[in-house]
C-alpha cells in the first residue's frame, strides 16, 4: 500500500517569504516515482516535477527547489521569494515505477501568498 | 501542442439521471487514467487504460461506474442512476507508458 502524507493543510506567508512544503510518504516498492502539482485557483492540475528514487540529488527550478531523502521518506518542495501567483494548492503524489502508474496524491497543502 | 481537455468542464443533473463525461487525450497517449477528486483532497484513481484495453478498474466505487476506450483514444466515464455522493470534479490524465501523467481541466460533476 502506498501512502502520502502533508501535514500542513494551509499556509499562509507574505510576499518575498521562503516557504517550505512537506510530503512523506510510504511506500514497499523499492523503486518509485515521487511528484509535485500545483492546482491554481482555476482549477487545472499542474505538473512541476518527477524523481525516479534512484536519484536523491536536489533540485532546483528558479524559485523552486525539491530536497527528496530517501532516509526519512520525505520530498519537500520550497518555494523561494515567493509571489501572489504562487498561491495555489500544492499536491505531492508517488507511484511505482514499475509497470502502470496508478498515482497516489496527498491530500493537498492550500498555499496563500499575501501581497 | 494541445493537452488532454475534458467535456463537458460542468455538468448539473439530477439524482437518478445518467451522465457521461468525456476525456480526449495528448495525441500519441497510449496510457489513460481517470480520477474523482472531492472537495478539499488530492485526486483518487478510478480506472486506467492501455490504448483500448481496461487494465484496472480496481478504483471505481460501485457498478454505476464504467468506462471505456474504443478505439484506445478518446474516453468516456459514465456514472448511471446519479447519486448526490457522486457530486466531485473528474479527472483526465494520459501519457507515454511509465511517464509523467498530464490532466486535463476536469468536469465538475454536481448532482442534485
Known amino acids: 500500500a502506498q501512502k502520502v502524507t502533508q501535514a500542513q493543510t494551509e499556509i499562509s506567508v507574505v510576499e518575498k517569504e521562503d516557504v517550505t512544503l512537506d510530503c512523506v510518504y510510504e511506500?514497499?516498492?523499492?523503486?518509485?516515482?515521487l511528484f509535485w502539482y500545483k492546482q491554481p485557483p482555476s482549477g487545472e492540475l499542474v505538473f512541476l516535477i518527477r524523481?525516479?528514487?534512484?536519484?536523491?540529488q536536489n533540485e532546483i527550478s528558479g524559485r523552486y527547489s525539491w530536497n527528496f531523502q530517501k532516509s526519512t521518506s520525505s520530498f519537500n518542495f520550497t518555494i523561494t521569494a515567493s509571489q501572489v501567483v504562487d498561491s495555489a494548492v500544492y499536491f505531492c503524489a508517488l507511484t511505482p515505477s514499475g509497470g502502470y502508474q496508478k498515482v497516489t496524491f496527498g491530500t493537498g497543502t492550500k498555499l496563500q501568498v499575501i501581497p | 501542442g494541445a493537452g488532454v481537455s475534458q467535456s463537458p468542464r460542468y455538468k448539473v443533473t439530477k439524482r437518478g439521471q445518467d451522465v457521461a463525461l468525456r476525456c480526449d487525450p495528448i495525441s500519441g497517449h497510449v496510457s489513460l487514467y481517470w480520477y474523482r477528486q472531492a472537495l478539499g483532497q488530492g485526486p483518487e484513481f478510478l480506472t486506467y487504460?492501455?490504448?483500448?484495453?481496461?487494465?484496472?478498474k480496481s478504483g471505481l466505487p460501485n457498478d454505476r461506474f464504467s468506462a471505456e476506450r474504443p478505439e484506445g483514444s478518446i474516453s468516456t466515464l459514465t456514472i448511471q442512476r446519479t447519486e448526490q455522493r457522486d457530486s466531485a470534479m473528474y479527472r483526465c490524465a494520459s501519457s507515454f507508458p511509465q511517464e509523467t501523467q498530464y490532466f486535463g481541466p476536469g468536469t465538475r460533476l454536481l448532482v442534485l
Open positions: 511506500t514497499r516498492d523499492t523503486t518509485y516515482y
Open positions: 524523481r525516479n528514487s534512484f536519484d536523491e
Open positions: 487504460f492501455n490504448y483500448e484495453a481496461q487494465q484496472d
